[in-house]
Each structure stands twice: as structure tokens, then as C-alpha cells.
């Protein structure tokens, strides 16, 4: 007997045992990936055997594995065998041979097990996808055949776990003992490889079934949330650290259970998994699709809502690594990491639904503004695990961003849902046990108000005034937590824009008043006010330059718009006062922040206004004689507005009054450039005398 004989005697040997092979899986592999590309003529029967052998039963994800590389490499070998062939001209093309050599093989596994089935043909699909570059353009349509056949055997898989026939629930597919279930192991095998069935042939599965399933692994995965349960009452009292959980104790061994699982090391393909799912649904069938899509976020918001209150109970939160027990951290980490798998899950799954539904009529579509709160609520309640990213708003990671926003966009289009969801959001806060300093707590008002601010031009005035304002008041002069206070003063400037919007709009558009779907509040009262606050927060450890610019701008954009010329000057006043004062509190470099942020809304103001504006301004620039960094600061900035920002009507005026002073203002640089030039020069050899200089400019 050859050798070649005598190792296919082997294989087949130990594919027809009963019991455990005598060869190590990894041989037997080796075994499987040559045969598979050698047989001749055909690797059907060689397939057949495989498929239909009992040494991958029970199944375990190691088998499954083993399986699905096998083919996988089965194909590299094969496509390396036809291409070193000897040329001939009586040879068919390289696509035809390895199209018949595929379609050999699937008919061998007809009538196997169907996830052994599964996972040989997720192998051969995957073997192709590597290959496909390396075949000649003309020639990459061989997958054809490999993708029909795994939408067949994964629709057998699902149906052996939808069946409600009482018999075949008898003889479903047991796991290893120690595995994950038959299901999870199935999905875990076959989903990065059903990632690459084009939308075409996906369809064809049963849909509804397919995310169905994919949502309870996902929530079994983590344990609905509930991983954290047991963590309060497995810590023990130590000396000298707040967080002592001992080795064995319930929450080491849940956590561990769900940090180490398959499912977990496989979550992100089995969420992509579940993403394109519930996009294809909603595509072709949405009146069927979006009670399921429903039902899949509030499962997740579920999730996030245990997990959020096992955080809370188990003291975590206000935890640093120098408070937690060595022995405890590696628990921590773990915690810490599901908790991020959570979140991009979430994130992937919401997004894909959300961006399907915006296409979806208005007349099947109804149930899209629940959609978006289901999101918003997931999130809002993992915002402790958020805020570590640097919140949900303009700071976010791209994938965070695009679901937070999709989510508003969609719930902005119904006003009574989005009404509805600030006044949850501002009671809820309130009536939290917990106050600001607790970091929970914090992250979730800073994700509010991030909320809150893009939903400004759909709330009534009267939602405003009761809601909005008194829930972001308290934190527009406290400063000690930096995300909710800047968060704070953006809803404001957010109420303060809308504002501007509504006036324009109403004087622009032929129905007036009709047209503004809620105004905000007068700015008689909101101008002087917010002018206060921002003059008491132009301090150093508060609004930094460039907020304290862009916020002065749109406060007197918006006391312009209002058609008060006085209420305009107020802010410009208010602000010159507050500079002339002599008081400690406001020294040069704050003044200065000051002087910028009025340069800044020079280009707010009207045409009757900006004169005296101007006017100010060039008394300013005067005022600035010993900080030639400073007047050189603020000439380029009031360079800018005007060039870039001031409005048609006042362009002309503004550049005449500009080029009226720039002779002035360019010899008085010139002359501190001199200074500074010549003060270098004194100190490296003192030569330059004073006459010298009219000469040296």
C-alpha cells in the first residue's frame, strides 16, 4: 500500500469511529485539507464521510472550527494545485475546474447533519472569498453555488431550533458538555461567513426567525444584564481597600462566565450578524420587520437598564484602581470589558435599524419615533460607560455619533414624543437619589443635555420654560464638573439660535408667526441674564477663549434678531462695563478674553449698531499699548469678522471704517516690531543706536 493510500485508510478509519479518534484533531484536519484537493476524480464520497461522520457529535466549537478551516484551506490547496498544473490546451478554463471541484464537494455533504452542513460550507464560502482576488477578473463568479448552498443549510439550522414539532424538538443537536449550545455554536461558526451572502440570497432566509435567534444568544450572552447582580454581596470588608471580592465568590464566577464565553469572543461578528439581518428585513419587508426591530431594542434597553443598576449596586462607580484590592482587579477589567462589548454592540445593532427606518413611508413607518427613544434610552442608561469615550456629543467616536444623532433626527420629527422624552429625562434627574458628584449620575445629565440641546427647535415655549431651563440653570456658573457645565451653556446657546432661526424665518415667510412650531422664551428675559453669566464665566478655569467668543456672537445675534437695538447694546455695555470695573477678579488676560469676544459679535450686530461698535473698538485697540501680541490678537480677529462675517448690508461700511485705520495700525506694528527687533539686538552686543533706527525701518 502507498503512502498515499495508507493515510486516506487512515482518515477514513478515524472518521468512521465511534469513539474519540486516535489521531490529535489537528492531523486529522491536515488530513482532511489534502484529500479534499487530491481525490480523483471527485472529493464526493471523501465529503459525504466527513459530513456524515460521528466524531464531530456532540459538537463543540473546536470541531465546528476544525471543520469549517479545513475546507477553508481545501480551497487555497486546490486553487495552488490547478494553477501548477501542466498547461494544456484540452483543459478547461481555471474557473470551470474549480467551479466543478466546488460543486463535487457540495454534493457530497447533500443529506449531512445540517450544522455540520453549516460549518463545511461556511469553510468553503470563506476559502473562495480569499481566493477571489487571485483569480482572473473574468473568472470570479465560482461562489455562486457555495453561497446557495450555506442559505439552505443555515435555514435547516433554524429550522431545527423554530420547529414547533414536538418530535424533532426531541432530537435537536446536543453540545459538549462545558460548550455553548447547539444554536450559539452554529451562529458562531457560520456568521462571518453569512456577513459575505450577498443581500440578494440572504433574503431568502427566514428572517423574522433568523434575528429572533440572534437576539436571544445576544441576550443570554450577557446574562440580560444581570452579570453585576451578585456583586454587592460577594464584597467583603477589607482594611485597606473599599472594593474586596475573594477569588470563587458569585461574582468572579458570573462575570467569568461571561467574559469567557464563545459568544462574548465572538460578539462583534454575531452583532454584525444581527445589524444586516434587521436592515434586510426592514428593506424588503418592513410592515413585517418593525414590531421585531422593536422588540430587538427593547431587549437591548433591558439590558442596559440591569446592567446600569448592577453599576450602581456594587459601588464601582466612584471606585479607583488604588480603592480596588489587587486580587480584585483582574474582576474589574473583565467587568470593564464586557461593558465595552455592550456598548459597541448596541451602538452597531441601533444603527442599523434606525438607518433603515428613515426610509421606510410615513404611513408603515409609525412606530419610528418609539424606535428612536428604545435607542436613546440604551444609551442614555450605559452613558457611565459613554462618558469614558468623552460623552455622546460632538466629542463622541464616529460609530456613537451617527446612532446618537440618527436616533434625535428620527425622534425629532414627532414633537409630543420628543416633549415627552425631555420631561423624562429632566423629572428622572431630579428625582435621582444620587446627586451630581456621583459620577453616574453625572455622565447620564451630560448625556441629557446633549440630547436635549438638538432637540430645541421642535419643544414649545412652555416645555422650555419648565422644563429645559431649570434643568440646565443650576450648572451654567458651576464649573467644578466641565462636561455638564459646557453641555449646559450649549442648550442655551442652542435655545438662543433657535430663537434667531424663528425670527428669520417669520420675516422672510409670507404666513409669519404660522410657520415657527414653538418659540422660544423672550429674549428680554433670557439676554441680560445669560449676558451675566458669561461675563462671570470668562474666567481662566471656565469658558475657555473660544467658547466664550462663539457664545457672546450668538448672544448678540440673537438680542439683534429680536428687533431691540437697546437689548443688542445691553450685551455690548454689559460687557464694556464689566471690563472698565476695577476689580481683582478681572485681570489683563481676562480682560483680553473679554475684548475678543466683543471683537467677535461685531459681526452680529446691525448696521445702526456696529458704528458705536466699532467705535469701542478702536479705543480698545488704542487702550493696548504695552502688549504687542495682544493688540496684534485682536486686529486679526476683527480682520476676520470683518472679511468673513459681517453681513451684506454692513460690509461696505465695515471695510471702508477698516481701511480708514489700517495705515494707523499697521505703522504702530511696525514700529512695535521695530522695538521688539531692536530690544534682541540690544541684549546680544547693545551696537544699535537710536538713530539708526528710522533707517532700519
Known amino acids: 500500500m502507498s503512502a498515499t493510500e495508507g493515510g486516506y485508510s487512515v482518515l477514513l478509519s478515524s472518521l468512521h469511529r465511534a469513539s474519540a479518534p486516535t489521531l490529535p484533531l489537528s492531523t486529522l484536519q491536515g488530513l482532511i485539507v489534502h484529500y479534499l484537493a487530491r481525490l480523483s476524480p471527485a472529493p464526493t464520497p471523501l465529503a459525504a464521510t466527513i459530513v456524515g461522520s460521528s466524531l464531530f457529535r456532540p459538537f463543540s466549537l473546536t470541531k465546528l472550527d476544525a471543520l469549517k ?78 453561497q446557495d448552498e450555506i442559505v439552505l ?24 458538555a462545558g460548550e455553548e449550545d447547539a444554536l450559539t455554536l452554529s451562529l458562531i461558526t457560520s456568521a462571518e461567513a453569512l456577513l459575505a451572502v450577498p443581500p440578494e440570497k440572504f433574503v431568502a432566509l427566514p428572517l423574522q426567525q433568523t434575528l429572533a ?118 474582576l474589574t477589567e473583565s467587568i470593564w470589558t464586557i461593558l465595552k462589548t455592550l456598548l459597541f454592540s448596541t451602538i452597531m445593532i441601533a444603527e442599523a435599524g434606525l438607518s433603515a427606518v428613515v426610509y421606510v413611508p410615513p404611513e408603515i413607518g409609525h412606530a419610528a419615533p418609539s424606535l428612536a427613544l428604545a435607542v436613546l434610552r440604551s444609551l442614555y442608561h450605559l452613558a457611565f460607560v459613554i462618558e469614558k469615550f468623552g460623552g455622546a456629543g460632538h466629542s463622541a467616536f464616529p460609530e456613537l455619533k451617527r446612532a446618537f444623532y440618527l436616533a434625535l433626527d428620527v425622534l425629532a420629527g414627532h414633537k409630543a414624543e420628543s416633549e415627552h422624552l425631555v420631561q423624562q429625562l429632566c423629572e428622572e434627574s431630579w428625582s435621582n437619589a444620587y446627586d451630581l458628584s ?104 471656565r469658558l475657555n477663549t473660544s467658547q466664550l467668543r462663539l457664545a457672546f456672537a450668538a448672544l448678540v445675534k440673537s438680542a439683534s434678531a429680536s428687533g431691540d437695538h437697546a437689548l443688542a447694546w445691553f450685551c455690548i455695555d454689559s460687557l464694556l462695563t464689566a471690563c472698565r470695573a476695577s476689580s481683582p ?48 490678537e485682536l486686529l486679526e480677529v476683527l480682520f476676520q469678522e470683518i472679511i468673513n462675517n459681517v453681513g451684506d448690508a454692513e460690509k461696505e461700511f465695515a471695510v471702508r471704517w477698516w481701511n480708514e485705520r489700517r495705515v494707523k495700525w499697521a505703522h504702530r506694528t511696525r514700529l512695535a516690531i521695530a522695538r521688539q527687533r531692536r530690544t534682541e539686538k540690544d541684549g546680544e552686543d547693545d551696537i544699535l543706536k537710536e538713530s539708526e533706527v528710522p533707517s532700519r525701518l
Not at 461578528?269 to 434586510?280: A, F, K, M, N, P
Request: proline residues 5%; glycine residues 4%; negative net charge.
Open 69 to 146: 478551516t479545513s475546507f477553508r484551506h481545501a480551497v487555497h490547496t486546490k486553487l495552488h494545485l490547478l494553477k501548477d498544473a501542466p498547461p494544456s490546451v484540452f483543459l478547461p478554463s481555471l474557473n470551470v475546474q474549480l467551479s466543478a471541484w466546488l460543486v463535487a464537494v457540495l454534493r457530497g455533504l447533500e443529506g449531512g447533519h445540517a450544522i455540520t452542513r453549516l460549518a463545511c460550507c461556511s469553510g468553503l464560502l470563506l476559502g473562495v472569498e480569499d481566493i477571489l482576488k487571485r483569480l482572473p477578473s473574468k473568472q470570479r463568479d465560482v461562489e455562486s453555488s457555495v
Open 438 to 541: 456621583h459620577p453616574v449620575q453625572r455622565a447620564k445629565k451630560a448625556f441629557a443635555l446633549s440630547a436635549i440641546e438638538q432637540l430645541i427647535p421642535v419643544l414649545t415655549t412652555s416645555g422650555i420654560e419648565t422644563y429645559v431651563l431649570p434643568f440646565c440653570s443650576p450648572h451654567l456658573d458651576d464649573a467644578r464638573y466641565h462636561d455638564v457645565f459646557e453641555a449646559a451653556h450649549s442648550v442655551v446657546l442652542a435655545i438662543f439660535s433657535h430663537y434667531h432661526h424663528t425670527q428669520v424665518t417669520s420675516s422672510t415667510s409670507p404666513s409669519g408667526a404660522e410657520c415657527q412650531p414653538g418659540r422660544a422664551m423672550s429674549p428680554a428675559i433670557m439676554v441680560p441674564f445669560y449676558t451675566r453669566c458669561l461675563i462671570e464665566n470668562s474666567a481662566e478655569d
Open 213 to 330: 435567534l440572534l437576539v436571544h444568544t445576544i441576550n443570554k450572552s450577557f446574562m440580560s444584564g444581570m452579570f453585576l447582580s451578585s456583586f454587592k454581596s460577594s464584597t467583603e470588608h477589607h482594611p485597606e481597600y473599599k472594593i474586596h471580592v475573594k477569588q470563587g465568590a458569585p461574582a468572579f464566577q458570573d462575570v467569568h462566565k461571561v467574559s469567557s464565553s464563545s459568544a462574548m469572543s465572538n460578539m462583534g461578528s454575531l452583532s454584525r450578524l444581527c445589524s444586516r439581518s434587521i436592515t434586510l428585513f426592514v428593506d424588503h419587508r418592513p410592515k413585517l420587520a418593525l414590531p421585531r426591530v422593536q422588540e430587538t431594542f427593547l431587549c437591548l434597553e433591558s439590558i442596559s437598564r440591569n446592567v446600569e443598576l448592577g453599576w450602581l449596586a456594587s459601588d464601582l462607580a466612584g471606585a479607583t484602581e488604588e480603592s480596588i484590592a489587587p486580587e480584585t482587579r483582574k
Open 585 to 632: 477678579a478681572f485681570d489683563e488676560d481676562r480682560v483680553h478674553r473679554l475684548y475678543l469676544a466683543l471683537v467677535s459679535s461685531v459681526s452680529s450686530l446691525p448696521l445702526d449698531l456696529l458704528s458705536r461698535a466699532l467705535f469701542e473698538v478702536d479705543g480698545i485697540i488704542e487702550g493696548v499699548e504695552n502688549d504687542d501680541i495682544k493688540r496684534d
Open 153 to 176: 443549510a443555515f435555514a435547516d439550522v433554524i429550522d431545527l431550533f423554530t420547529s414547533s414539532d414536538s418530535w424533532r424538538k426531541e432530537f435537536r443537536p446536543e453540545a459538549e
